[in-house]
């Protein structure tokens, strides 16, 4: 009884913070035996709205996502009766030093991606962020990385990192250097598609951060500029703190983009290669469950995927609260 | 206070050189799609054709093929125009109509969403195999129109703007919810649905993963997968690059059409939810 009170107060607070205001009382259908009637017939429009929508939701991805669950305890190869191992799938896939390598292929995208993305976003977004005239229409080519699908840019880049005629290593031959064969390199491979995937990400990452910037008053930063403030602690000193909020964000959803955008990247411009040095643990996932046909253990990756993640996110969310606890 | 023109040159500069350095590879792109063989592989590379090829693009026409292209076009309006129909209505229930249970179903939806979708990839291809829709369009379409999580809290979000009084208006004027979501709530939604498709449409239209995996053979392939092999180096080999080139701005020109038009709609929608779903 008190929990169902709880709940239905919490509704009605979220409902008048989500409309900006309390609801008029005119929308309020009446008491007693009258509203309880209009309620069930609401519901009933409700329902019908709702149920195709979440049909689908729950066809394609909430039982998707059960099933994900269960098929990591069966051993299946798509055509045979699937038979129940228990967890026999999460030790194989525990100590296959495959998917340790592809682990630690993840996490080396992650390292060299990841922050790189949101620090160089930040300043592109500061950077391109002024009513200067004309920048408005320059802007536009910093979005451009947003048309180009993977497979476009995968296309395009294999050829920009051609080791004889590839525009990379003839620049690279302007100050003197000779440049690898990056994609057929296996210390090059690697860095080279994170740069790729850095240049892809950096519009959305631009596009938050230049939101976050227009929100911050201009009053603050006319004072810091009376106060004498240089550029460089302008930017460091109230922008970047200012941000924080989005920052967050951002690392977030970079964490997730480098957990999973080498998956395609590399599928397509090196097919994990060479000598695996590009299987990130997505490829790897791919591979187990479609090529060897083991249904079972590629779930069992998946899981293991997919703790990663809650486990990420919950690290990012102490941040946040030690973060405002300290502020 | 005003700022010193030697920080605004500079400032300047530095705009138009990383700008023109972020487009690059796309000029790259269109540049190389005109080159002959022997420009595109030349030593030092040249940045602008010395004679424009245009029979690369009847070339590449004939490499990619009309029912892939038009497969494109199925694939990426198939699901903007499903989802639009399911999560317009839902939408709506969820931000205007007051019935039990519509926060849970809030909390239902909002769950996966920072769930990367190459995480149920496996179990997603079993359910629609299971379902008998592997190599065909509703294989293709369905299981990334069921995706509706974006598309609903984006429309609830925008829905619950909506004046109240307008709806109680249309009450007063014994119009049921089914009227007031047709001739209220829709034709009202036009930014909404605009940020919402412009979004969507890119990123089908982008897909690769799912397109490859639920479409196996050419009958129902998209733009790119039968772009893919082309950045292997093995695959290079058998299209000419010129011609490659050409193939992926003929897959680049409806997305870059639409990104230029609807520019502000798509900044707004991702702004507006945080993430673009991808």
């Not at chain 1, 929990?3 to 979220?14: D, I, L, V």
């Not at chain 2, 809030?106 to 769950?111: C, H, M």
């Not at chain 2, 695959?235 to 990104?259: D, E, H, Q, Y």
Request: with cysteine; net charge neutral.
């Amino acid at each position: 009884m008190r929990t169902k009170s709880a709940e239905a107060k919490t509704g009605r607070e979220g409902r008048a913070a989500d409309t900006g205001g309390p609801r008029p009382r005119s929308a309020d259908p009446g008491r007693g035996p009258a509203r309880r009637r209009f309620i069930s017939r609401d519901g009933t429009a409700a329902a019908v709205m709702i149920a195709p929508n979440a049909i689908m939701y729950l066809l394609f991805v909430i039982i998707p996502a059960l099933a994900g669950v269960a098929l990591s305890f069966y051993e299946w190869n798509l055509f045979d009766d699937p038979v129940f191992v228990g967890l026999a799938n999460y030790q194989d896939v525990l100590t296959d030093d495959d998917a340790w390598a592809a682990m630690v292929n993840t996490i080396e995208f992650m390292v060299l991606g990841v922050l790189p993305t949101v620090l160089v976003g930040f300043v592109l977004a500061v950077l391109v962020n002024t009513r200067m005239r004309g920048v408005g229409t320059v802007r536009v080519l910093y979005f451009v990385p947003l048309v180009v699908s993977t497979a476009v840019a995968s296309v395009l880049w294999s050829w920009l990192y051609q080791p004889q005629s590839g525009i990379f290593n003839y620049l690279l031959s302007l100050v003197g250097i000779d440049g690898p064969a990056w994609l057929a390199n296996t210390s090059w491979a690697l860095p080279a598609l994170t740069l790729m995937i850095i240049w892809m990400s950096l519009p959305l990452v631009i596009i938050l951060y230049l939101a976050a910037l227009q929100r911050i008053p201009d009053e603050i930063m006319e004072a810091a500029k009376i106060d004498g403030a240089g550029a460089w602690r302008r930017v460091w000193q109230i922008i970047w703190p200012n941000v924080s909020a989005m920052t967050l964000l951002v690392l977030a959803l970079q964490v997730l983009n480098f957990l999973s955008a080498p998956f395609e990247t590399a599928l397509i411009m090196t097919q994990g290669g060479p000598i695996d040095s590009t299987t990130a643990l997505s490829l790897y996932i791919y591979r187990v469950a479609f090529e060897q046909g083991e249904i079972g253990a590629g779930s069992a990756l998946s899981m293991i995927q997919f703790l990663l993640i809650v486990l990420l996110a919950g690290g990012l969310r102490l941040i946040h609260r030690v973060r405002v606890r300290g502020a | 206070m005003k700022p010193s023109t030697a920080v605004t040159v500079t400032r300047y500069t530095a705009i138009l050189v990383i700008g023109l350095a972020m487009g690059l590879p796309l000029f790259y792109l269109f540049s190389s799609s005109l080159m002959t063989p022997q420009d595109v592989s030349a030593y030092p590379p040249h940045l602008v054709p010395p004679e424009f090829r245009w029979a690369n693009f009847t070339d590449a026409y004939d490499f990619l093929g009309a029912r892939t292209i038009a497969n494109s076009f199925i694939y990426s309006f198939g699901i903007v125009i499903l989802q639009l129909c399911i999560a317009l209505p839902a939408g709506f229930a969820l931000a205007k109509v007051r019935f039990r249970g519509s926060r849970a179903l809030l909390v239902f939806f909002a769950i996966p969403m920072f769930l990367p979708n190459n995480v149920v990839l496996v179990p997603l291809y079993v359910v629609t195999n299971e379902l008998g829709l592997i190599g065909s369009y509703a294989g293709l379409i369905l299981p990334i129109v069921g995706r509706t999580a974006f598309a609903t809290l984006l429309f609830r979000q925008f829905f619950l703007t909506l004046p109240d009084g307008l709806i109680d208006a249309a009450k007063l004027d014994r119009a049921g919810w089914f009227r007031i979501v047709r001739h209220v709530a829709v034709p009202l939604s036009g930014p909404a649905v605009a940020a919402y498709a412009s979004i969507t449409f890119l990123n089908s239209w982008n897909d690769f993963i799912w397109p490859l995996v639920a479409a196996p053979g050419d009958d129902y392939r998209v733009m790119t997968v039968a772009l893919a092999p082309l950045a292997y180096q093995e695959g290079l080999s058998n299209v000419p690059p010129n011609v490659g080139m050409a193939a992926a701005v003929i897959s680049v020109i409806p997305v870059l059409l639409v990104f230029v038009f609807t520019q502000r709609w798509y900044i707004q929608g991702v702004v507006g939810t945080g993430t673009d779903n991808t």
